[in-house]
């Protein structure tokens, strides 16, 4: 203190403690330090929500300069959102806090939280916490376009149907698409857990090699043999991509592998195809020119190694013996044995006949064993196959007409998947061996056939009696392979009886007797006219005193009748095997049958009618009787048309000095004298020299003693023949290298049946013609001095020779079905039907029937043959309804079970009986006898031929005295749209 001038007096003051002041200084400045500091923005404010205060760091989000820029501002033209003023007065309210606001304000973007601060009772206050996440914004937009773009991406490789995958250089699967997960079966979860060397590969240093050169040359492409999750194998082209990271460092593996499996088994059955079509061409050239069965068969073996590349081959007949067995015929390549030891059968009761040989011929069908170890395929001694080196077979069927009679067998030294046009090429080379088979056994019957009816044709004449039907029984027996035959006579009165007037067993003559035909199948025979039994004859008909002959199992029989078609005995033969070419044997012993028939009637005859030789001038072929000392007594017109000799320089000449060449001459005169007819070709010459070619027919005249008196001589022109056959050698000369398809063979078969259905039917008309011209003559010129009943033979003899030149007519057509090309067209089938019905109309006027045929029935087919059908169908009906008072006739279609169009004829007339339905569409089968309705048996035999040409199927149903129904389809190229009628 001091006085007024200032002196000091003394010093008073106080002291205050300064700590706590000081300490919370320092707590404020180190709070604003922190606030100023924070990384995010703060504002505060009162509860008027104006701006109290602002951090450093909001000034720096927002860009300012001082915090007075702010300070006293409202709140919401800092942060112009419309929800901030009601949410902020809300946390004033209550206390509670409010976070995670995003808040955009232009470019930017901030997180906002927002809290309520009471300082006093009534002093509340507002802090915001904005932080600046633009650039976090920012970064999550681009991730999540980045993760957009992959998913994309990702969803655009799983639908591409390669695999696509990718592994890391330590073989970690990285990526895996769907089309991996389809091709392979492993899902990615799976997939990503597995080496690709485990999983995919079955060798791991194949898969090590393949990336070692991804590694050294940045890619790889080939083929690759993997697996599936499932084991199967498949193959994949593979393109191996190496990836590199910004460094150029390995970083991945790309696989794009594309399934190749299907593509690689489709080049191997190409190629096994091609082997198969090399193999059938190859076989239909070893069939054109190969007439030796065993030879055939070993050949096809041959090729089947050779050409095939298979291990073996081998050719099987099915055997009807006890155990049912297959025997191998023929093989080829590796065989060492095997099929000795191994025994097969096509029982299937027993193990040897349960394997695919057996079930081909049960079956028919072609059957296959791709793996012979699988125990499924049943293959017998499958252990004994494998030591042999085969690993997959092939069995196909050898089928004629009628039944599956052996295979062919074709064994792989590996397992092979076979394809359905291999399959179906070498079926067609099995049925190709089976029709090649069948054409050289059918050759060789039909020598044999022709060679035993020109000795049945040639003792026509020089026998009669017993001894003449002793000759053509053994002659029949030996053309049929028979063990047995008989021909007999039927017996007048009751019971019904037969006599045996010639039998041949074993080639030797037995004595004759009389038999009951209760219990026998001759009875059978006297019902139909025709009739065998295949099989088992014994056991059918124990009594049968013809079978005690033999041990017979087979029968087949003929009715003899005589020219009014009464029957006057039987003729018949006896097998002791089964018969199996039975249309071949039906057809020859009709011929025979008809030669015995017309030869009892022809025997009462023959005297006279060699008397009347000198009036067959109307003859078309050269007739010429001469004495034994060659000397001409007869010349007719058609000698003088042949030769240009008139008859009166010919007549008195020696025929030796005028046409013949004398080494033939002689040799034809030897089989004359010594057997009483002879049949050939000769070389002549005319009156001029020019060179003749005939075909002669001579027959050894007798007395009434049995002396030989002079020859006739029955000379036909075969010049033009001839030449044909001429030009057809020429042709053939080329064949082998031309005929290269199996239709050419089919045709060149055809052919040759027609040629040998033109020789048979030739060598059987002209006795014919000869039997009904002398009939004609005898009747014209001494018919006055001939008894009736001499008379009534004459007619007998001439509806005889009438009905077998009616027989061999059907012969004919029916052989001539086999050839020539089916020109398919529309055809209108009911226009056919209609001009049927009026033909018949014309024919019978007098006749009360009622026809119905349906209109619009139209089929796609050849107009001639489906002509013919319909005129043997309509004509039989018109026939068999003949006996009724008011007959009805029906041709319509309706629809089958199947979907195909069923064509059908139907009458009320005589019908037959079903037992014997079988029998109706054979060759000469009648279920009616000649007296009651006339025909030849040929008819319903040219149907079934006609529509097989078609590739239909005809069947009939009846009931006798009720009726017949007989229906046919045609092939699905035959028919046309709008042909059926709802039934």
Not at 104 to 113: D, H, I, P
Not at 207 to 219: A, I, Q
Not at 256 to 285: F, G, P, V, Y
Request: net charge negative; proline share 3%.
């Amino acid at each position: 203190m001091r006085t007024s001038d200032g002196t000091a007096l003394r010093v008073a003051g106080s002291l205050t403690d300064l700590t706590d002041r000081n300490a919370i200084l320092g707590l404020k400045r180190y709070a604003e330090d922190i606030l100023a500091n924070l990384p995010a923005g703060l504002i505060v404010a009162d509860d008027a929500l104006r701006v109290l205060s602002v951090n450093d760091t909001f000034r720096g989000i927002f860009g300012l300069k001082s915090e007075d820029d702010v300070v006293g501002h409202e709140l919401d033209a800092l942060l112009p959102q419309p929800w901030l003023r009601e949410q902020a007065q809300g946390v004033l309210a209550d206390g509670t806090t409010l976070h995670g606001i995003d808040v955009a304000l232009g470019e930017k973007r901030l997180r906002v939280a927002i809290a309520g601060i009471r300082l006093a009772q009534d002093d509340r206050r507002l802090l915001i916490v904005a932080e600046d996440v633009t650039e976090e914004q920012r970064l999550r937009e681009e991730a999540l376009a980045h993760a957009a773009r992959y998913r994309e991406q990702a969803s655009l490789l799983d639908k591409a149907t390669d695999a696509i995958a990718v592994h890391g250089i330590d073989d970690q699967i990285l990526f895996w698409n769907k089309g991996a997960e389809r091709l392979y079966g492993w899902t990615p979860e799976e997939a990503m857990k597995i080496s690709p060397d485990e999983l995919t590969w079955d060798d791991p240093v194949a898969f090590r090699n393949v990336t070692n050169r991804v590694l050294d040359h940045g890619e790889w492409r080939g083929e690759v043999a993997q697996r599936r999750k499932d084991g199967s194998a498949l193959v994949v082209d593979s393109q191996r991509t190496l990836v590199l990271d910004a460094n150029s460092q390995p970083r991945s593996i790309l696989i794009i592998n594309t399934d190749i499996t299907q593509r690689k088994l489709a080049d191997l059955e190409l190629a096994r195809t091609n082997r198969a079509l090399r193999m059938l061409s190859r076989c239909n050239e070893a069939l054109t020119r190969m007439d030796d069965e065993v030879e055939l068969l070993l050949q096809v073996c041959r090729l089947a190694v050779d050409e095939g590349g298979y291990r073996m081959a081998w050719v099987g007949f099915a055997q009807e013996d006890e155990a049912l067995s297959i025997v191998p015929m023929a093989h080829a390549g590796h065989e060492e044995g095997y099929l000795s030891s191994v025994r097969l059968t096509w029982d299937a009761e027993q193990q040897s006949g349960c394997g695919p040989a057996g079930q081909a011929i049960r079956s028919g069908q072609a059957k296959v064993s791709e793996d012979i170890a699988q125990g499924d395929n049943q293959f017998y001694r499958h252990e004994e196959a494998m030591r042999q080196g085969y690993r997959s077979a092939v069995f196909l069927p050898l089928r004629d007409a009628s039944r599956t009679f052996g295979l062919l067998a074709l064994y792989s030294a590996s397992v092979e998947k076979v394809g359905a046009d291999e399959i179906k090429l070498l079926q067609d080379m099995a049925d190709n061996l089976a029709f090649g088979i069948g054409n050289i056994r059918s050759r060789r019957e039909r020598r044999r056939i022709e060679e035993t009816v020109l000795k049945v044709a040639a003792g026509v004449s020089a026998t009669v009696g017993t001894k003449f039907f002793e000759q053509l029984m053994r002659n029949t027996t030996e053309a049929l392979g028979a063990d047995a035959g008989f021909v007999v006579r039927l017996l007048p009165g009751e019971p019904m009886m037969a006599r045996i007037i010639a039998g041949v067993v074993a080639g030797q003559p037995v004595s004759n007797f009389d038999y009951l035909l209760e219990d026998t199948p001759c009875l059978n025979l006297m019902q139909s006219g025709g009739f065998v039994v295949y099989s088992n004859v014994r056991a059918r008909f124990p009594c049968s005193m013809p079978a005690l002959f033999v041990d017979a199992e087979a029968y087949a029989g003929r009715l003899l009748e005589d020219a009014a078609g009464q029957p006057i005995g039987m003729f018949f033969v006896l097998f002791r095997e089964p018969l199996k070419l039975t249309e071949l044997i039906e057809s020859t012993l009709q011929i025979f049958a008809s030669r015995a028939a017309a030869e009892l009637e022809r025997l009462q005859a023959d005297a006279k009618v060699r008397e009347q030789a000198s009036i067959l001038d109307s003859a078309q072929n050269a007739i010429v009787i001469r004495d034994l000392q060659h000397k001409i007594l007869y010349w007719n017109q058609g000698a003088e048309r042949l030769y240009r000799w008139t008859a009166a320089e010919a007549l008195g000449q020696s025929v030796l000095g005028l046409m013949h060449h004398p080494a033939d001459f002689s040799r034809a005169m030897d089989q004359l004298l010594a057997t009483g007819e002879w049949a050939g070709e000769l070389r002549q010459v005319d009156h001029d020299g020019l060179p003749l070619a005939v075909e002669g027919h001579w027959t050894l005249v007798h007395d009434d003693l049995g002396a030989p008196t002079s020859v006739l001589a029955i000379n036909t022109d075969i010049r033009e023949r001839k030449q044909a056959q001429e030009e057809i050698l020429r042709l053939n000369a080329g064949l082998e290298e031309r005929v290269r398809q199996r239709t050419t063979q089919l045709q060149a078969a055809n052919q040759e049946l027609e040629s040998f259905s033109y020789s048979v039917s030739h060598d059987l008309r002209t006795p014919l013609s000869t039997i009904a011209g002398f009939s004609q003559l005898l009747a014209k010129v001494d018919g006055n001095n001939v008894s009736e009943k001499g008379k009534h033979y004459l007619n007998r003899i001439c509806a005889g020779a009438k009905q077998m030149g009616e027989l061999i007519e059907g012969l004919l057509s029916l052989a001539q079905l086999n050839h020539g090309q089916i020109k398919l067209e529309n055809v209108d089938l009911s226009a056919i039907a209609k001009q049927v019905e009026q033909a018949c109309r014309e024919r019978e006027p007098e006749r009360q029937v009622q026809v119905h045929i349906q209109e619009g029935l139209h089929a796609h087919g050849d107009p001639r043959l489906l002509s013919a059908v319909l005129q043997n169908l309509l004509g039989n009906a018109w026939k068999f309804t003949a006996k009724q008072a008011l007959a009805r006739i029906e041709f319509c279609s309706k629809l089958g079970a199947d979907g195909d169009t069923i064509f059908f004829v139907k009458d009320n007339g005589a019908g037959f009986d079903m037992a014997f339905v079988d029998k109706l569409f054979g060759t000469f089968q009648r279920l009616h006898s000649h007296e009651e309705f006339s025909g030849t048996g040929v008819g319903l035999a040219t149907v079934k031929r006609i529509i097989g040409r078609h590739e239909g199927r005809v069947w009939a149903e009846s009931k006798l005295n009720e009726g017949a129904t007989v229906y046919f389809t045609l092939g699905k190229l035959c028919i046309t749209p709008s042909v059926v009628c709802l039934m």
